[in-house]
């Protein structure tokens, strides 16, 4: 091993000073790029790191945020003018989460209105979610600067505030739009989609003031969200009628916990996931085809493109699922919340065992929520066991213990006869809910990556 010498040192020093790190070796464009994806406060900071550096947060694209919380003081919100003013823009993303008074509306309208925000593409006004409850104060109407982005924003996203009663003519570039607890009127959120002519995603959750929305033709809108809660003021209109007349690149169609409107789909052949369907608490109508909650009422036509289906506290009812997988022939992925009630309808196993007519089961994964040990359950189960011959995977969720109790899950898979199931490749998983979590519903309406909105991460 050769020695070092205090000159080959000092050789070796020199050549890393004047051989730049590769990240700062890349064009001003990409390093841009970088900064721009940084909150602000980070950006700024890369000034410090050379001199290479120095000029690039000033050039790149502003991605500011703002979180308002309890402890912040007027005094640091008195720094954010001035933030704003020493950036020349664009601006690339504001984002302003409040969860408090201390930022009025009209400051907020005054930072909307600096020159570095001009040309921004990504806007997010999230206001206190105290303001929306019975006993809290009124939520306060959207500053009117925070529509002079029309022509420009690509993503918006607005919670808790009033939207204003105005008609922007066009959103050229909008693609995902979330409307969350917001007060909105219906001819000012129908003239808000007429003028989206690219959207993609569309969130409509627990907003206040219109009671039907319609999609009349949107050609690019591939995935629709929406929720309708009863809780705030007894006299609010909430929203009751849902319409999809004519969505030829709709792909999934998402309906949240709470949900008490008539959905409507006349025309959606691309439409692959579906849920979560209650048992009682919505219609849903495809074409002629009209679903009274996850209960088909009528079935006069089926939905050939749908593949993935999510049942949401549901009986363990084979008649229930057997009547949808008809709607449905081509189901390939069933996520099921199964209720706790006793129930004693699944003597029609028995009945299902023998030959199911012209059904035939596509399902390749089934998730089946709550599961536990009893006779409705391992009945309502062991069908899908027995008769789903392309099965690839069944998950077993429990709530309380047993996971890990091989003695138990042994007596599950014997009860289930797993050992004759319709599928040799079929893999069968016991696995604890707790812990895991369901995707936000920004998350699975605007992420299109995402195949399976419904799975649960950890």
């Known amino acids: 091993m050769g020695v070092v010498t205090r000159a080959k040192k000092r050789r070796l020093e020199e050549e890393e000073e004047e051989c730049p790190d590769l990240i700062s070796s890349l064009p001003d464009g990409v390093l841009g790029d970088i900064v721009s994806l940084l909150p602000a406060k980070d950006g700024a900071r890369t000034q410090l790191l050379s001199s290479r ?68 593409e990504e806007l997010e006004i999230h206001c206190d979610r ?36 105005v008609r922007v003519p ?10 969350s607890s917001v007060t ?70 998402l309906i949240f916990e709470g949900l008490e409107i008539d959905i409507s789909v006349v025309s959606a052949p691309r439409l692959r996931i579906l849920g979560e369907l209650q048992d009682d608490d919505h219609v849903l109508q495809f074409g002629t085809t009209g679903l009274q909650g996850s209960t088909v009422a009528t079935l006069t036509a089926v939905v050939p493109s749908l593949r993935v289906l ?17 709607c449905f022939p081509y189901l390939e992925t069933l996520h099921i919340e199964i209720t706790h009630v006793a129930y004693q309808e699944n003597a029609l196993y028995d009945k299902y065992q023998k030959p199911i007519g012209t059904l035939d089961i596509h399902l390749r994964k089934i998730v089946l929520a709550y ?12 069908f899908f066991v027995m008769n789903a011959s392309k099965l690839e995977s069944m998950t077993f969720q429990l709530k309380l213990g047993n996971v890990g109790d091989d003695l138990w899950i042994r007596r599950q898979k014997w009860l289930l006869r797993v050992e004759k199931r319709a599928s040799r490749s079929a893999r069968f998983d016991f696995v604890s809910r707790i812990g895991s979590i369901s995707l936000s519903p920004a998350k699975q309406v605007h992420d299109m990556s995402i195949l399976d909105p419904f799975q649960r991460i950890r």
Do not use: Y
């Open 371 to 382: 599961f536990q040990d009893k006779r409705s359950h391992i009945n309502f189960a062991k």
């Open 184 to 253: 909105v009127s219906e001819s000012s959120l129908h003239a808000l989609l007429a003028g989206c002519s690219v959207l993609e995603s569309l969130l409509l959750q627990d907003n206040i003031g219109c009671s039907r929305v319609e999609i009349v033709s949107s050609p690019s809108l591939r995935s629709i969200g929406v929720s309708s809660s009863t809780n705030g003021r007894g006299r609010d209109i909430r929203l009751q009628q849902l319409v999809i007349e004519d969505a030829p690149c709709l792909e999934r169609l």
């Open 310 to 326: 999510a049942l949401s506290f549901i009986k363990p009812c084979l008649d229930t699922v057997i009547n949808l997988m008809k």
């Open 170 to 179: 066009h959103w050229p570039a909008l693609k995902k739009l979330t409307l």
């Open 53 to 120: 550096w120095r000029h690039l947060w000033r050039a790149a694209p502003l991605n500011f945020s703002v979180c308002i919380h309890g402890n912040c003081t007027i005094t640091q919100v008195a720094g954010i003018p001035r933030i704003l003013s020493s950036h020349p823009g664009p601006g690339r993303r504001f984002s302003f989460h409040s969860g408090t008074r201390v930022v009025t509306m009209a400051e907020l309208g005054g930072w909307l209105r600096s020159p570095s925000l001009n040309n921004l």
């Open 130 to 165: 105290k303001r929306r409850l019975r006993w809290g104060p009124k939520p306060q109407p959207l500053p009117a600067s925070a529509l002079r982005f029309s022509s420009t924003l690509a993503i918006a996203s607005f919670k808790a505030c009033i939207f204003p009663d």
